[in-house]
C-alpha cells in the first residue's frame, strides 16, 4: 500500500483552461522527504508494537502467577477437605498389631482383655488396653471387686491343628493382641456374615466372628477377629481366663437356612465409609 502511495505522489495532475492535462514530477528533495516520513512512520509504529508485545507478556506472566497461586490454594483446600471430611472414626483390629494400609493410622497396638470366663458380673465387652500403662493413685493393698484378665485364642473342637486351617498357624493357647486404627472416614461398620463389604465402603479387614464358649457363665459380646491373626511375644500359656470361639450358624426357628447353613463358622468384615 505504501508503494502505490508513494508512485501516485510522483505525479500531479492539473488542468488548465483548454482541459489539456500536464504531468509535472515531483523533485529529488520531496520524493527523499516523503520516504523519510514514511520510514519515522514505521519506526514509530515498530517501538508502539515492541512496548505493547512487552506488556502483554509481562500481563500474561502476571496472569499465570496467578493461576498457579490460585490452583495450588484450590488443590490444598480439597486435600484439606478430604482429609478432615467428617469427623473420622476408629475401630479395632482385633487379633493384629497393624492397621489396614489404605489410609488408616495405627493409634496404638495392644493386648485383649476382658473379665474370667468364669464369673457371672464384671465387663462383657472386650478391651484393647495399652502396652504402656499409666498410673493415677492406686493401693495394693485393698482388693478391688472388678477384674480384667488377658485373652486367648481357644477354640475348642479344632485342637487338632489349633484351628490352623482357618488362620494359616496354629494359634491355640496363644494371647491375644489388637490394634486401635483411625482413618478419615466418618463411619465404622462390622458386618456378620461377610467378607466383603457392600457397595461404597472400604474395607478395613475381615474374619470370624468369635465369642465366649456359650456354656460359661460369663457372658460377651461378638467381635470381628481378623483371619491372620498375631500373638503376643510369650503369651502361650494355657490360663483359660478369658478366651475365644468361634461362632457357627445353629439353624433352628429364628435363624434362616438358608442362607445360613447349620454349624458353618460365621465370618465377618469391617467397614468404613
Known amino acids: 500500500m505504501l508503494a502505490i502511495i508513494l508512485i501516485l505522489n510522483l505525479f500531479v495532475v492539473f488542468v488548465n483552461s483548454n482541459n489539456e492535462k500536464r504531468l509535472v514530477l515531483h523533485s529529488e528533495f520531496d520524493i527523499a522527504q516523503e520516504f523519510a516520513n514514511v520510514n519515522n512512520k514505521i519506526v514509530n509504529l515498530t517501538t508502539v508494537i515492541a512496548e505493547k508485545e512487552k506488556e502483554i507478556i509481562s500481563v500474561n ?38 492397621c489396614a494400609t489404605n489410609g488408616t493410622e495405627l493409634v496404638y497396638s495392644g493386648f485383649m482383655a476382658s473379665s474370667s470366663h468364669g464369673t457371672t458380673g464384671g465387663g462383657s465387652n472386650y478391651l484393647c488396653i495399652s502396652p504402656d500403662p499409666q498410673w493415677s493413685y492406686y493401693d495394693e493393698s485393698i482388693e478391688s471387686l472388678a477384674k480384667l484378665k488377658g485373652v486367648e485364642y481357644q477354640f475348642y473342637a479344632h485342637y487338632a491343628d489349633g484351628a490352623a486351617k482357618f488362620f494359616g498357624h496354629n494359634v491355640l493357647d496363644d494371647d491375644a493382641t489388637c490394634a486401635v486404627c483411625h482413618c478419615r472416614r466418618g463411619s465404622s461398620l462390622m458386618i456378620p456374615g461377610r467378607t466383603d463389604c457392600y457397595n461404597g465402603w472400604t474395607k478395613e479387614y475381615s474374619g470370624y466372628l468369635v465369642s465366649e464358649y456359650d456354656n460359661y457363665a460369663h457372658e460377651s459380646e461378638f467381635i470381628c477377629l481378623d ?31 438358608p442362607p445360613y447353613i447349620n454349624g458353618r463358622e460365621i465370618t465377618c468384615v469391617v467397614c468404613t465409609k
Request: charged residues 35%; negative net charge.
Open 227 to 257: 483371619d491372620r491373626p498375631e500373638s503376643v511375644v510369650g503369651g502361650h500359656d494355657n490360663d483359660d481366663e478369658s478366651v475365644l470361639y468361634f461362632v457357627e450358624a445353629s439353624c433352628g426357628k429364628s435363624l434362616e437356612c
Open 61 to 98: 506472566a502476571k496472569l499465570n502467577e496467578l493461576t498457579a497461586a490460585k490452583d495450588k490454594e484450590i488443590e490444598a483446600l480439597k486435600k484439606a477437605f478430604e482429609e478432615n471430611k467428617g469427623c473420622g472414626s476408629t475401630y479395632v483390629r482385633w487379633g493384629r498389631t497393624t
